[in-house]
């Protein structure tokens, strides 16, 4: 557990580093390495004013949306695999995902021509998102009686719903709608900027300790929904609890760089095969690794084919899964 | 004080009634079990009394507090339950397990303190778990599985403990051992225990009382002895039955119609 723990926060140092001093314009990793111990108040500049604004203003704010998006889907994909006890949950399973492409196919679709994505994409994403979250809960979740499967099949008929309807739009509009939908379906962090960054860095904080601090309740309740009540664990409220925070928190990400797949079912269970069934430990270990994860997974999707960019979701998978492949055989069967 | 009351309750699932005006007391340190045929209510009866099922109507009073005026956290204080069928999630330590009978006392965002740690060891111990502390749960056998759903239950340090079938799938001197073990908590903490069990031999051997509920009723309530000796025993399990007496203890025999 300590080695795992410390292994990560050097990988996720190593990341943070990468994401600063790898790109186009070259730039030595010491001076960037002390430039940012500069910016902590030790020692002095190291950058020339061209390459502060490299790293300060292009490569710092993608790199720090990076750690809070790959953190908080890690963080959500471990918290939905405790509480529906599935290992096939991930952060998109209640309709996330499908919600915040059908908002950010309206905001798309709406310009009849032109070829950028336009600002108020992310506002609708966002509200797709959660809206589709709250109609999976409303039908699925509320009732004394319902179970984990009704809301996670809640969740499948809300997404065929709303994909549905995102078909329906798509099909109505243009070619370049269609492009331009397309390439925000498939997540990127080239956009992000400081404010971007500033716009998501409170929701992603307050749901990544919510959900980290669930860990224990998680823990009591794979014995199961009602041993758990016989234990002492408000199952229903703990239920609700996690879920808001876990969706409210992919809903900033996802709204602010698109679906980005794979991290949020992945890193949880990678993090499980080296540290064991504990939510305690999955999850913090989750967030500090799902951060590295994405940052260096970015770091490859913006430079093996520079200077145009692969989707940062076949990255994530194209690394991911093989090393999933690798551990999986190593270590004992999954156990959720 | 009775430590658990049942006051004219009823349960229902949707239109069906599961258990139909049942009102019994349980005192401290005395073990109840209820007996019937498959389907008589017994398994409703438990998990209502355990807090699970919310009656239709009646309640159910634990140490003079209602049931329904408890939260989940308070319930687990005061009523432990050993399940018909226990999740056993793999991957989880028998000691981490066995713990888990204390987040109700130390909180979901505590960890276990020195004194939740020296009862988790001494229940360890009391059920000969000791050895087996660090092996993942999955890896036990029947036996030394269902030890260890009832060493939760009792780190839970409640005065009332509901056991569901605890000897299903055991083997004839490991059912004995369960039991015996459970004995010796009554008669040494003074717990409160209400079981249900099917073998009615040991059913009469181990509780000082009987409860024959059939249908959703209770048919009869008594002593061990009266009970397993009464005509109406047989006549609603629908068939022969002898009560045959081994060395002071009653035996009931099924016999071929």
Redesign the interface.
């Known amino acids: 557990m300590g080695i795992v723990a410390a292994c990560t926060v050097v990988a996720l140092a190593v990341a943070i580093v990468c994401g600063l001093v790898i790109g186009p314009t070259s730039i030595p990793t010491w001076r960037v390495v002390g430039d940012i111990f500069a910016h902590v108040g030790v020692g002095h500049d190291t950058l020339t004013s061209t390459q502060s604004t490299v790293v300060w203003t292009l490569r710092a704010p993608r790199m720090v949306i990076g750690l809070l998006a790959g953190s908080m889907l890690a963080v959500a994909g471990g918290t939905y695999q405790g509480v529906f006890r599935n290992p096939l949950a991930d952060p998109y399973l209640l309709g996330v995902a499908s919600g915040a492409g059908l908002g950010a196919t309206f905001a798309i679709i709406d310009i009849s021509h032109g070829n950028a994505t336009p600002t108020w994409t992310p506002l609708l994403a966002f509200v797709g998102a959660l809206g589709a979250v709250a109609v999976t809960w409303l039908i699925g979740g509320r009732s004394?009686r319902a179970n984990t499967a009704t809301l996670i099949l809640a969740g499948v008929a809300v997404a065929s719903l709303l994909t549905s309807a995102q078909t329906f739009l798509l099909q109505q509009s243009n070619a370049e709608s269609i492009t331009l939908v397309y390439l925000w379906l498939l997540g990127t962090l080239s956009n992000a900027g400081w404010s971007t960054v500033w716009l998501v860095l409170p929701y992603v904080i307050v749901c990544i300790i919510i959900c980290v601090?669930a860990g224990?309740?998680l823990?009591?309740m794979?014995?199961?929904e009602?041993?758990s009540?016989?234990?002492?664990?408000?199952?229903r409220r703990?239920r609700f609890i996690v879920i808001a925070a876990s969706s409210l928190g992919t809903a900033a990400i996802v709204s602010a760089v698109g679906l980005i797949g794979f991290v949020g079912i992945i890193v949880p269970h990678i993090v499980r095969l080296l540290v064991?069934?504990?939510y305690r430990r999955i999850l913090p270990i989750s967030v500090v690794f799902g951060a590295a994860f994405l940052v260096f997974a970015d770091t490859v999707a913006r430079t093996v084919i520079a200077p145009s960019e692969l989707p940062l979701g076949v990255v994530t998978a194209l690394i991911g899964a093989p090393v999933f492949v690798i551990i999986l055989s190593l270590r004992r069967p999954v156990?959720v | 004080m009775s430590s658990v009351e049942v006051n004219e309750l009823s349960v229902r699932a949707g239109s069906k009634v599961l258990i139909s005006d049942v009102t019994l007391s349980f005192e401290p340190g005395t073990w109840s079990t209820i007996i019937g045929p498959n389907g008589a209510g017994k398994t409703t009866l438990v998990?209502t009394i355990?807090?699970?099922r919310?009656p239709s109507h009646g309640s159910v009073t634990i140490l003079g507090e209602p049931l329904a005026d408890m939260?989940?956290?308070a319930?687990?204080?005061k009523?432990?339950?050993v399940?018909q069928h226990?999740?056993v999630?793999?991957?989880?330590s028998v000691y981490?397990?066995v713990a888990?009978?204390r987040?109700?006392h130390h909180g979901?965002?505590h960890t276990a303190g020195a004194g939740d740690r020296v009862i988790i060891e001494s229940v360890l111990e009391r059920l000969s778990l000791v050895v087996f502390r660090d092996r993942d749960v999955v890896t036990l056998s029947g036996g030394e599985r269902q030890r260890m759903v009832l060493a939760?239950a009792l780190t839970?340090s409640t005065m009332v403990v509901v056991l569901d079938e605890p000897i299903t799938g055991l083997d004839l001197r490991h059912q004995m051992d369960m039991l015996e073990l459970m004995k010796h908590e009554v008669r040494d903490c003074g717990l409160t225990v209400i079981a249900t069990l099917h073998d009615l031999t040991l059913a009469g051997q181990f509780a000082d009382r009987l409860v024959l509920l059939d249908g959703g009723e209770v048919v009869l309530d008594g002593t061990a002895g009266t009970v397993i000796r009464s005509d109406e025993l047989a006549k609603r399990y629908g068939m022969n039955l002898r009560v045959v007496d081994v060395d002071g203890s009653d035996v009931v025999v099924p016999v071929r119609q």
């Open positions: 004394m601090g224990r309740a823990d009591v794979s014995v199961g009602e041993e009540r016989s234990l002492g664990v408000p199952v703990v064991g069934t504990s156990a | 998990e355990a807090g699970l919310r939260n989940e956290r319930r687990a204080l009523v432990a339950l399940p226990p999740v999630p793999s991957g989880m981490d397990y888990l009978g987040v109700a979901l965002f939760r839970q």
